[in-house]
């Protein structure tokens, strides 16, 4: 045998010893026990720091129906949507107007943060909360990356309690409108395309907020995307105008299907004024007897009535317990 043969017979050796000794040593006993040590160690030594970690708010949508005072006494107080913003008592934004919220700790849940902030803006705790979705754009805050999970809550504005919070100099209820400024479709062979222009409005006592926002929304087969961006802004901080529009829509969307309308309400009511919030919230005007139909099921008769000045009598009536969401 030559001397390259004895040097290629002994390498194979030694590989093949290799190779037997690496199959004992990692039996699928010991391979489990080395995985879970392993993992042990790296847990111990992992640094959080490796990674750059983004910061988490919670954004805060909170409703109500407020009543306008008329001058003529014969004429009923005129309802609207109301939304909770406070003013910005520091920067950025410095003196805008805001939706309320704040950081998430560490030692908390994204639900508590917003339960937290919520009582804390308004002194309610155990009240209509959603969580709506969450918003991750690059540059939405010019301090640094955060990413926050907006919120929206219903309130029957009687019970509440307001007060500015840590970062803010004031708060305030702002009437809530949402206009239709442009539309526009477009058919083609496998799907279409929708968009539209909408104008949000938002007064108090002293001051109007604006903001346009553009949404496109494209169905192309089975496949359904869109999109939502911030045109003009003027009073409004960071991207809540887009919170907001996005809040109005499913706000909009969930009273055609569910008893969501009721968190506004107080616990007894007339059937006109719950007309009223439909109408507020749709944006549209319901016939009455049609809207009576379809609260027959949703309500019961208190066997009480509501009386004011100038007006007859009104029956009083509760949501229905018993009645089941669809």
């Known amino acids: 045998m030559s001397h390259e043969n004895k040097e290629c017979g002994a390498s194979e050796h030694v590989e093949h010893q290799a190779q037997q000794s690496a199959a004992n040593e990692y039996s699928p006993d010991t391979e ?27 954004d805060m949508l909170i409703f109500t129906i407020r ?3 008329q001058k003529n006494y014969r004429k009923l107080a005129e309802p609207e949507l109301g939304l909770l913003l406070i003013r910005r008592g520091g920067h950025p934004y410095l003196g805008q107007w805001a939706l309320p919220g704040g950081f998430v700790s560490m030692q908390e849940s ?5 339960r937290r902030e919520l009582q804390t803006e308004t002194g309610l705790d155990n009240i209509y ?6 918003w991750g754009d690059v540059g939405r805050d010019p301090r640094t990356r955060v990413i926050s999970c907006s919120y ?14 840590d970062d803010a100099s004031e708060a305030s209820w702002f009437r809530v409108e949402q206009k239709l400024i442009e539309e526009k479709r477009h058919i083609h062979e496998r799907g279409r ?13 002293t001051e109007q907020l604006s903001a346009i926002v553009e949404t496109k929304e494209q169905v192309e087969g089975r496949v359904r995307s869109s999109k939502l961006s911030l045109v003009d802004v003027q009073g409004i901080a960071f991207d809540h105008a887009q919170i907001i529009h ?12 569910t008893d969501i309308a009721f968190n506004l309400m107080p616990e007894k009511f007339t059937l006109t004024a719950l ?23 949703w309500v019961i008769e208190t066997g009480e009535y509501a009386s004011s000045a100038g007006h007859r009598p009104s029956r009083m009536y509760r949501l229905n317990p018993e009645r089941e969401n669809v």
């Open 246 to 257: 996005y809040a109005l829509e499913r706000l909009r969307s969930k009273i055609e299907y």
């Open 275 to 297: 007309q009223k919030v439909y109408e507020i919230i749709s944006g549209k005007k319901l016939l009455a007897a049609a809207f009576r139909r379809k609260m027959a099921d």
């Open 129 to 134: 909360l959603e969580q709506l979705y969450t």
């Open 32 to 58: 489990r026990e080395s995985i879970h040590d392993s993992e042990e160690e790296f847990l111990k030594t992992y640094d959080a720091g490796d990674y750059e970690r983004p910061s988490v708010t919670v």
């Open 193 to 205: 395309i929708t968009e539209r222009r909408l104008q949000i409005l938002l007064s108090n006592e």
């Open 110 to 114: 994204l639900d508590e943060a917003a």
């Open 152 to 165: 929206m809550a219903l309130v029957d504005s009687s019970e509440l309690e307001l007060q500015a919070g």
């Open 67 to 69: 009543n306008e005072e």
